[in-house]
């Protein structure tokens, strides 16, 4: 079975926007889209306005509308929903484990509230197998339909290959450009080491460096992908700075979360942060070894 596109659903207009873009990516991919709303009833010592039944037949109407809306935009997509009965983040990342891609409301004022203060979805993002999208509501227009497909690139060739699939694969869909980010930024004295000296003295300097490891990641994506556009960028910065100025006009940015079993917990890494708190449009976080 084709894995489906899974957007969680509070009826705030956030998980509205989440709705829709998820319903155009769906649509794009050909692949089914599921509608999710997380809810577990459980008795607090604190009065409640509804009752369990009320709520449910609250909840059940508020998915009914939200497939009501993809099928007058998308009369041809496949579309399924159902009101998961467990705690908020657990159920997104069980849906995440069988999704293709799991989609988020940025600022929801139900389930997801406190999407970008450290709460549920970030928890989410941090600990999904799969790309997670976050989507904010749309400011005094709509989400954007034009624009390059903005990817941070760092590390080596092999680094992080899959964010540069996924942004690949984003801009084949949706004719668009891949503008493809690297920034970098002069090593303290102590991080100097013959070999980086020499490898650096090879390319030319450090600014060619860069720009060929940038090349050299970028190369195989070209050969898999030759309709799709290609823009390099290479700057000195911060990776969230650079990243961000190079977003301004952008209808998607690509960012990757290194996957880390730590002690203390899971992160999303700075440049994620960065993208998610700030970006004007849809921010993709992918997980990659």
């Not at 983040?89 to 203060?117: D, I, K, N, T, W």
């Not at 650096?200 to 300097?205: F, H, I, S, Y």
């Not at 600014?207 to 000195?236: G, N, S």
Request: glycine share 10%.
């Amino acid at each position: 079975m084709t894995p489906a596109i899974t957007v969680g659903v509070d009826g705030s207009a956030e998980s509205l926007a989440a709705v829709d873009w998820a319903a155009e990516e769906a649509a794009l991919r050909g692949t089914p889209l599921r509608l999710v709303h997380a809810w577990l009833w459980q008795p607090l010592d604190v009065p409640v306005v509804q009752d369990p039944e009320t709520h449910a037949k609250s909840v059940r109407g508020m998915l009914r509308e939200a497939e009501t809306r993809v099928a007058t935009r998308h009369p041809q997509l496949s579309v399924t929903s159902e009101v998961v009965s467990d705690t908020v983040v657990p159920a997104l990342l069980a849906e995440a484990e069988r999704a293709e891609m799991l989609v988020l409301g940025s600022r929801g004022h139900g389930a997801l509230v406190g999407f970008l203060l450290g709460s549920y979805g970030q928890q989410v993002i941090a600990a999904a197998p799969r790309p997670v999208v976050s989507v904010r509501a749309p400011q005094g227009a709509e989400v954007r339909h034009a624009g390059d497909i903005v990817v941070g690139q760092q590390g080596s060739g092999e680094d992080g290959a899959e964010v540069l699939g996924f942004a690949f694969r984003e801009a084949a869909v949706r004719g668009a450009a891949v503008r493809a980010v690297r920034a970098w930024s002069l090593p303290p004295v102590y991080a100097y080491s013959p070999g980086s000296l020499r490898l650096a003295d090879e390319a030319g300097g450090l600014v060619q460096y860069e720009e060929k490891a940038l090349r050299t990641a970028l190369a195989p994506w070209r050969d898999r992908f030759p309709d799709v556009p290609v823009i390099e960028h290479v700057e000195m910065g911060s990776g969230g700075q650079v990243l961000l100025a190079a977003a301004a006009e952008a209808r998607l940015v690509v960012v990757g979360r290194r996957v880390r079993h730590s002690p203390i917990g899971t992160h999303i890494g700075s440049v994620a942060h960065a993208a998610l708190h700030h970006a004007p449009c849809p921010v993709a976080v992918v997980p990659h070894a």
